[in-house]
């Protein structure tokens, strides 16, 4: 396999390629419905933990775009 080819590399270039196309419905697709984002470090009033798909885009959608 060539490194350029490797599924963690196609992975990574489809998400920065999404996260520069500036669409939040596109980069929600790449989203699992069980992912987990997590926060080890954010102060008050943030979220520590997302759970889920769903929490994820709610939190996403109301910040800065993409």
Known sequence: MEYDQSPVILAAQK??????GGSID???????DDAVV?????????????????AIYAYYKNIAPL
Do not use: H, Q
């Open 15 to 20: 998400y920065l390629s999404v996260v520069k």
């Open 26 to 32: 596109t980069w929600m697709d790449i989203w699992a």
């Open 38 to 54: 997590e926060f080890p470090y954010s102060p008050d009033p943030f979220p520590l933990r997302l759970e889920g798909k769903d």
